[in-house]
């Protein structure tokens, strides 16, 4: 049953190639085959080629879908996302119009706690419910998977409310979802001057029923001035990588503090933001190989012009990653393809570098790079056709949602 062939693409953007993540110049080796097919059957790639040497192999039972010279991708694997929330935040967006920073709200008691008072009156079923919201919008731009954090909760069972909801939308969506524990976001308002006590409970009550559940796979901590001291993030980190977690960390986002450094010492998979990062810094990640999650969607909506030095660590062999960071304050923003927009007018990446970040260099840092990422034989059937006829034009008509059609595990998932 369900065999499923896809014909007549322009470009079959591939991204075949080493099974790692890719540095240096093969960032921009997209293994195109031009006037490409593909068979998926069961969820799974078949088999990638030219239309000459797939279409000989299409069965009476097999659905053919006509991209008609459009361009085919790998699903985008947004490896940086807070999906999970009640409310937003549109009046700050106001307020920062107004002049108001991103920092000078958070002071106010704004910013994230705001999202932690609306998401802790929040039920589950109701996190559930826009959080699928949030999922289509995802899946109609091109995105087939996400990294998911919590951190909006930060009580032991408002964190865990999150991640269960995390759970029910990677069952109950289309879309795939790694969970992330991120109960270090900000110290909560009860905490308020002791922080230490905060940092207590994640170690102590929070760390443990995470792992015990089985609720995430990763742990991350925003490591920043207003968030966590290098030294509470340290703690955090080494507790969660104790009980087999792996490690993300927001680092130098906002501030350059000692977090890209961090990273490297506790083998940290990611170090994400990186916009302060300097070449000391990019020294650090590059000493153990931590991959940079590059945000630029929340440069963009913060109002900020400065952007992470993506080109100096290309040129120092890490192996970079393209990602949206949407969440209700920095980045109300899903769209992968404005991320690869700003990666190449604000940050100088060529289009396909960008792409190799926002794909197969995301799957790696997720742990799924044998899964996802790439359009090669045995791999998940996550396939999008674009409505482009050149895979440069995805992030130059910006602002489109190009997606014509999306599949997961062969399946339809999003048609226009
Ligand atoms: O990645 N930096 C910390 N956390 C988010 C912002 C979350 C929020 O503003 O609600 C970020 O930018
Ligand atoms: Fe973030």
Same mark, same amino acid.
């Given at each position: 049953?369900?065999?499923?062939?896809?014909?007549?693409?322009?470009?079959?953007?591939?991204?075949?190639?080493?099974?790692?993540?890719?540095?240096?110049?093969?960032?921009?080796?997209?293994?195109?085959?031009?006037?490409?097919?593909?068979?998926?059957?069961?969820?799974?790639?078949?088999?990638?080629?030219?239309?000459?040497?797939?279409?000989?192999?299409?069965?009476?039972?097999?659905?053919?879908?006509?991209?008609?010279?459009?361009?085919?991708?790998?699903?985008?694997?947004?490896?940086?996302?807070?999906? *999970?929330?009640? +409310?937003? @935040?549109?009046? /700050?967006?106001? &307020? #920062?119009?107004?002049?108001? %920073?991103? =920092?000078?709200?958070?002071?106010?008691?704004?910013?994230?706690?705001?999202?932690?008072?609306?998401?802790?009156?929040?039920?589950?079923?109701?996190? *559930?419910?826009? +959080?699928? @919201?949030?999922? /289509?919008?995802? &899946? #109609?731009?091109?995105?087939? %998977?996400? =990294?998911?954090?919590?951190?909006?909760?930060?009580?032991?069972?408002?964190?865990?409310?999150?991640?269960?909801?995390?759970?029910?939308?990677?069952?109950?969506?289309?879309?795939?979802?790694?969970?992330?524990?991120?109960?270090?976001?900000?110290?909560?308002?009860?905490?308020?001057?002791?922080?230490?006590?905060?940092?207590?409970?994640?170690?102590?009550?929070?760390?443990?029923?995470?792992?015990?559940?089985?609720?995430?796979?990763?742990?991350?901590?925003?490591?920043?001035?207003?968030?966590?001291?290098?030294?509470?993030?340290?703690?955090?980190?080494?507790?969660?990588?104790?009980?087999?977690?792996?490690?993300?960390?927001?680092?130098?986002?906002?501030?350059?503090?000692?977090?890209?450094?961090?990273?490297?010492?506790?083998?940290?998979?990611?170090?994400?933001?990186?916009?302060?990062?300097?070449?000391?810094?990019?020294?650090?990640?590059?000493?153990?190989?931590?991959?940079?999650?590059?945000?630029?969607?929340?440069?963009?909506?913060?109002?900020?012009?400065?952007?992470?030095?993506?080109?100096?660590?290309?040129?120092?062999?890490?192996?970079?990653?393209?990602?949206?960071?949407?969440?209700?304050?920095?980045?109300?923003?899903?769209?992968?393809?404005?991320?690869?927009?700003?990666?190449?007018?604000?940050?100088?990446?060529?289009?396909?570098?960008?792409?190799?970040?926002?794909?197969?260099?995301?799957?790696?840092?997720?742990?799924?790079?044998?899964?996802?990422?790439?359009?090669?034989?045995?791999?998940?059937?996550?396939?999008?056709?674009?409505?482009?006829?050149?895979?440069?034009?995805?992030?130059?008509?910006?602002?489109?949602?190009?997606?014509?059609?999306?599949?997961?595990?062969?399946?339809?998932?999003?048609?226009?």
């Amino acid at each position: 049953m369900s065999s499923l062939a896809i014909i007549n693409c322009s470009q079959l953007v591939t991204l075949a190639g080493p099974q790692r993540p890719r540095v240096g110049e093969e960032l921009r080796e997209l293994s195109i085959i031009e006037n490409g097919a593909m068979l998926l059957r069961e969820g799974r790639i078949e088999k990638v080629g030219k239309r000459e040497t797939i279409e000989p192999l299409l069965t009476a039972d097999c659905e053919v879908v006509d991209a008609a010279n459009r361009i085919v991708l790998p699903g985008f694997v947004d490896a940086h996302t807070h999906p *999970v929330f009640a +409310g937003n @935040r549109a009046n /700050e967006f106001e &307020l #920062r119009a107004s002049g108001a %920073t991103y =920092e000078q709200i958070a002071l106010a008691g704004g910013g994230i706690r705001s999202t932690v008072r609306n998401t802790r009156a929040a039920s589950e079923d109701e996190l *559930v419910v826009s +959080g699928k @919201r949030y999922a /289509e919008w995802f &899946l #109609r731009c091109g995105t087939t %998977t996400v =990294e998911a954090k919590s951190g909006y909760g930060l009580t032991v069972e408002d964190e865990l409310k999150m991640l269960r909801a995390i759970r029910r939308l990677n069952d109950e969506t289309p879309l795939s979802y790694v969970p992330t524990f991120l109960g270090a976001h900000v110290v909560p308002e009860e905490f308020k001057g002791n922080s230490s006590g905060y940092v207590d409970l994640i170690v102590e009550e929070m760390l443990p029923r995470v792992a015990t559940e089985n609720l995430a796979e990763f742990c991350d901590v925003f490591c920043e001035v207003g968030a966590f001291t290098v030294e509470e993030s340290r703690r955090i980190l080494i507790a969660a990588k104790q009980l087999g977690l792996k490690l993300r960390v927001h680092a130098d986002q906002l501030s350059l503090g000692g977090g890209s450094a961090l990273a490297a010492e506790l083998g940290a998979t990611t170090a994400d933001h990186l916009e302060q990062a300097d070449q000391s810094a990019i020294r650090n990640l590059q000493s153990a190989m931590v991959q940079p999650v590059l945000l630029p969607c929340s440069v963009l909506m913060i109002g900020s012009q400065k952007y992470a030095n993506a080109r100096a660590m290309i040129e120092a062999g890490l192996a970079v990653i393209i990602a949206t960071d949407f969440n209700p304050g920095s980045s109300p923003v899903v769209s992968m393809l404005l991320a690869l927009t700003l990666a190449s007018t604000q940050m100088k990446m060529t289009p396909a570098e960008a792409i190799s970040a926002a794909t197969v260099n995301a799957a790696y840092s997720l742990g799924r790079g044998n899964e996802i990422g790439s359009l090669e034989p045995g791999k998940r059937a996550d396939v999008v056709i674009h409505d482009c006829g050149d895979y440069r034009e995805l992030a130059y008509f910006a602002g489109l949602e190009h997606p014509h059609a999306v599949f997961v595990n062969g399946k339809n998932a999003f048609s226009r």
